[in-house]
Structures are given as C-alpha cells and as structure tokens.
C-alpha cells in the first residue's frame, strides 16, 4: 500500500499520483508494523523515512536479537542504479569490518518483491541531534568523536571504501547507561569502492549518470561539486571524507555550519571558492593550532589537506597537548585540583532543544537523504542518553573550605515544589545532585530517598585584581564608546521567597537580600529588550560554580524576551539554603547577543570554575567597566519591591553586556 504524505489516504501499489491533491505516494509504513519477512524478521516499529526507503526495527524472531531493517523504495527496485547503490552500500560495509562502524548482515528480496538490507541495531542519537542538545562541544569533547571517527574512515580508506556523505546525521552517540558513550558510523549508502570488481565505481564519482548530487550539500567537498584538483584525477578518494569530516570538526566546536546558502549554486560557490567565517572569531577559546588543524582540513584543494584522518587528529590532539602544557592557555581543559576521576555520567535530557540564539536553517536535501537514519534507533522512543563528557569526580582532598567540613543530605520525596538547595557540601538540582558547590564537583542522578555522603575539596581561586596571563582570549577591542551620565534603566529583577511548602510565596528585593537557613525562593528577571541571560555563584571560601549558561538544566534556555518575567529556577523548582552562613553571592550576566567568552559561559551548569576561567571571567569584567551598572531598589517594604538595574545610556546598544552581582546575606 502507499499513502498521500498529505492527505493520508492510502492507494494501491500501482498508484503513483493521489488523485485528489497531485502528491507523489509513499511507502506505507503502517502495514508493515508486524509484517515478518521471510519468516526470520519481525517489524516492530517504523523509525525514520529517508531518501532511498524506510528504516524500520525488527526483532529476529528464533534469536531475538533487535535488528534495522532498511527498504529501498518501490519505485526504486525497477531502476537499475537504485538497485546497485543500494547493493553498493550492503557490500561497503561488508568489505571492511570495524568495531565502529555499522555492520551490515544481509540483503535480501521478499517474496513480494520487497528488497531490504538486516544491519546492526545502535541505539542512541545522532550527533545532529547532540550537537543541537549542547549548542557547541569543547575542543576536547569534539577531539574524543572525531578521532572515533578518523580511525573508521582510516579502516574504510584502506580497503577502497570511500564514505563521500559524511555528515552529523551519520554519526551515532551513545547509548542509554553509558558511562563512555561510543561512537558509530553510519550508512555507506553512496560510498565508492575503487578496485575490487566494483564496476561502476568510476560512474559514480562527484555525479550520478543523471546528473544528480551525490552528497549533502553542507558536507560536500569542492571536488565532489566538480571542481577539478590540482593533480587531476577524476576520481574521489579518502581525502574528500576529510574535508566533510573538518566541517564536522568547525561546526562542534563553533556550534554552526561554516557555509550556509538557501540554493545550490550558492552552496557550490561557497565550497568552490567561499571563505568560511574565521573559526578563532567564533570560538576564542579553541587553541590556534587546533584551529589552524580544521582549516586545513577543510582546504579547497585535496593536495592541502591532511593524507589521512588519522593525521588530521593527531594534529588536533597534539594542538590541545600543547594548550594543557602550556600555563597560558590550559583553561581550555584545566580541572580544579584534588583527586578527580572523569568516571561519572553526565546526563542530558531526553528533550531535544533548539539553542537559544541559533538560527534552524533551511535543510538542503539533494540525493540519498537516507543516510539522515542509517540504523539508528534515535526516534525509537524517549531514553536518556549518556553522551556528554564525563563530570569529574572528587572523592577526597586534603585541603578543605573555611565554611565547614564534609557533611551529609537526604534528598526528600517531591513535594508541591522541587527543591534546589544550597548546601557548600552539596548542590541537589530537582535529583541531580553536584557535591561541593564551589568545588571540584561530582554530578550523579538520584531518584530515591539517599543521604550521600560528601566529600569536599576546595578549587583554586583567582584575586579578583590579578591580571589574565597570557590566556587564550579574544583580542583587546579598542575603546569605541563614551560613557554617558545619564543611567537608562535595562533590567528589572527580585525574588519570590517561601516559608513553607504551601505558602504561595513573597517578593523580595534588596541590596543585600537578608534570609535564613532553609529559606526557599527563585530569581525573577525582566529584561527591557531581549538577550541572554548568565548566572555564576560564589560563595565564601569556594571558587565559582555555574547556574546558568548557554546549556541550562533547570530551564529550557537561558534567553529572555524584552518585557517578559523569566523565573529561574522555571517551573516548580526552588532553591533552599542550608545551616551554613555566610554570604551566597550570585553574579549576573545579560548580554542582547549570545556570548561566546568567558568559555564558561557556554559549558555545562554546576561547573566549578578552575583558576584560568576565573582569569578569564575577572578579564571580561574589566573589559566591560565602562558598562558599569547602578543598582536602585524599589518599593523595598511594600507588596511589590524590585530592583532596577540601569546601564550608562550610550554604552549600552545590541551587542553589548552588563553584570552586576545579588548578594544574599545568610542570617
């Protein structure tokens, strides 16, 4: 059977057009849930639809191992070259074996004509969908992908494969449990065997015998668009998957594509001649040799680029070597002292969220779009994946914060409202709990009735005077602003504090705010345009940690709409403090664009800053003096008290962000 993609009526097999609006009939993916094929296979769910067929989970019904059943289009199985590209695939993969590389298991022709492909089952996401998750990874998170992926491609090269659409899409992350998510590489749907009996290898270069793309266009190497090397050859070789695979590169750790076009001479022209925007530009933090690596990587001839995947990560993994030796620039992977281990999970929601500040672009499809699915398992149902890098673990240190020693929490049953209590032994975020608030930190998720016990260690710390030595850091901009008298207010804020669970909450503001020990309550800000919002905590005696940032937990994004309250924590969560006193002080960032500097600011929440990224985030004050704000408080005593944050009015257009501390006096 077919269906209308419209309409959703259903037709007969031998129906191409639906007659009551023109649209182009699809497969039918509902009448082969629990189809068995060939008595061996068992549809159980339909995955995903791509460019040459559906991709469907089965279960082997003698063995009972879960499979990916993958089908080549009806209209497909007439045509002689559909017919060899899909055979194609099946026989790439089973021409080298690769423990991270999908593997293929058979390829086979219904008795009604069905011609499918059995290929190992991976359950996780793709890396599209982690990447969108994160908005960017760290130079030695995207470092531990690529170089999975180098050494597959490496396997693939030397036995003639070529892969020639990588992409994001087909690239797998994890799987739920994981500690050390592993990585898959997907679908060799258009991949090229050069030798071997392949005889129509030398057909299918940059361009099918139609004339249609082979590719993605985003992913596309110049010689893949037609564009002739300097050596000649016609043909495509391994070096092409490496110019896909420095765009990959460019787009983890900038969290954008380095070309973009709403056409496809556009798209050609840009990876023929295009310049892709300066990677340092948008990412400050990468060291300049992992960035100079990419850049070759994704040079327009395929004689300047690295000879092997291989080369290209043991330039990138000798880049970040030389940045954590290096004193000036090992904020970039720098972790606080004390005995850390990196075997904690991370984990990351099962939602997928845009990134605040990132434009959804148009999608190219051109081609074999099936390579978008490969066998994943990625829309087979909600899972929480481990796929982030692994937070570090402090089980013990000899040096200890002045505000206290090691102590114990019991993480209570929900109530009307979740609690986010602060505790300098422990940080519990609705259940995820982080030890050492200002700390080393350790993350783990908790869903019962536990009273963990805490060990503590203290981060180093930065005078808030000392100057940035030598790091990594956007250049010095030159003064381009004039400071005016005349103080324009930009954001309004106060907080709401409960006294137990049923009371229903009461504003506050203050400069300090005083509260007491087991004092609830949540930040509330309004902003008079709209940006982005930053939240680091300090307390005394502990190095910063971060609450909220371009990767936030305890909301669904860290961007504000001009006029509108923004609570943090959202929804039903609460913080709580605990019996230590002291002062909690929370610094606030608004910026109208989203920053990339301090890197902190785009990491992960409940990060405890090391000494170079407080170096880095004393430098961004300072940079940013001239905005200096004044804070006024209003209505203190009354039933709706808030504080007016004002900026000067001629240092404060699109583009440029202002900070100003709330402190909370813990009596």
Avoid at 279 to 303: C, G, W, Y
Avoid at 422 to 447: C, K, N, P, Q
Avoid at 495 to 518: E, Q
């Amino acid at each position: 059977m077919k269906v209308c993609p419209q309409c959703q009526n259903t037709f007969e097999n031998n129906v191409s057009f639906c007659p009551r609006d023109g649209q182009v009939l699809q497969d039918s993916h509902a009448e082969m849930v629990g189809k068995v094929l060939d008595g061996q296979y068992q549809i159980e769910q339909f995955i995903a639809r791509g460019g040459m067929g559906d991709v469907y989970r089965a279960r082997h019904i003698l063995l009972g191992d879960r499979v990916v059943i993958k089908t080549l289009r009806s209209e497909m199985r007439q045509n002689a070259e559909w017919l060899r590209r899909f055979q194609r695939e099946g026989q790439a993969a089973r021409r080298f074996r690769h423990p991270n590389a999908v593997t293929v298991y058979d390829l086979r022709t219904a008795d009604d004509g069905l011609i499918y492909m059995v290929m190992e089952y991976v359950e996780g996401r793709t890396l599209d969908k982690e990447l969108k998750e994160r908005g960017r990874f760290s130079p030695a998170e995207a470092l531990t992908v690529l170089a999975t992926v180098a050494d597959v491609l490496d396997a693939a090269h030397a036995t003639g494969v070529v892969h020639r659409d990588l992409k994001p899409e087909n690239i797998m992350i994890g799987k739920p449990g994981e500690v050390h998510p592993g990585v898959k590489l997907l679908d060799l749907g258009i991949a090229k065997m050069v030798g071997m009996g392949d005889a129509h290898a030398g057909e299918l270069t940059s361009l099918t015998t139609a004339g249609q793309v082979l590719g993605t266009p985003y992913y596309m190497s110049p010689e893949q668009w037609g564009e002739a090397p300097r050596d000649g050859g016609a043909e495509v070789d391994g070096r092409t998957d490496i110019y896909s695979l420095g765009l990959i590169a460019y787009e983890l750790v900038t969290g954008q594509r380095p070309y973009n076009a709403a056409t496809i001479p556009e798209m050609r022209r840009m990876h023929v001649t295009g310049d892709a925007p300066a990677l340092q530009q948008l990412a400050p933090h990468v060291p300049e040799a992992f960035s100079r690596a990419i850049t070759r990587a994704m040079a327009k001839d395929r004689n300047d680029r690295q000879a092997t995947a291989g080369e290209f990560v043991s330039e990138l993994r000798a880049a970040l070597d030389h940045a954590a030796s290096s004193p000036t620039v090992n904020h970039i992977e720098a972790r606080a002292t004390g005995d850390v281990s990196s075997a904690a999970p991370t984990l990351i929601s099962p939602s997928v969220r845009e990134t605040a500040g990132m434009p959804v672009e148009q999608r190219l499809t051109v081609g074999d779009s099936s390579s978008d699915f490969g066998a994943s398992a990625s829309s087979a149902g909600p899972s929480i994946v481990t796929a982030a890098a692994p937070a570090p673990v402090v089980h013990s240190s000899s040096s200890h914060s002045n505000r206290g020693g090691t102590g114990n929490m019991t993480v209570s049953p929900p109530t009307r409202r979740r609690v986010w209590p602060f505790v300098i032994g422990a940080l519990i975020v609705g259940g995820l709990l982080l030890t050492g608030v200002g700390a080393a930190g350790l993350l783990w998720w908790s869903r019962h009735n536990t009273t963990p016990k805490v060990g503590r260690a203290t981060a180093p710390t930065v005078r808030k005077d000392e100057p940035l030595k030598g790091a990594n850091t956007p250049a010095e901009p030159a003064p381009s602003v004039t400071v005016s008298t005349a103080n324009v207010e930009a954001l309004r804020w106060w907080m709401t504090t409960f006294v137990d669970k049923k009371d229903d909450g009461k504003k506050v503001a203050g400069d300090p705010v005083p509260m007491r020990s087991g004092q609830q309550f949540k930040f509330h800000f309004q902003p008079r345009q709209s940006g982005h919002l930053y939240i680091i905590m300090t307390t005394e005696g502990n190095a910063p940690v971060t609450l909220l940032t371009s990767r936030p937990a305890k909301t669904e994004s860290n961007q504000l709409v001009g006029g509108v309250d923004f609570d943090f924590p959202g929804g039903d969560d609460v913080i709580e403090l605990d019996d230590q006193l002291g002062a909690e002080i929370f610094t606030v960032i608004f910026s109208p664009q989203p920053l990339a500097w301090p890197s902190v600011l785009t990491g992960e929440v409940e990060h405890v800053l090391t000494a170079a990224e407080q170096q880095e985030l004393t430098e961004f004050r300072r940079r940013h003096e001239a905005n200096k704000v004044e804070l006024s408080v209003q209505n203190a005593n009354s039933e709706q008290p808030l504080t007016i944050v004002r900026v000067p009015g001629d240092t404060n257009p699109p583009g440029h962000p202002f900070i100003f501390d709330i402190r909370i006096e813990h009596r």
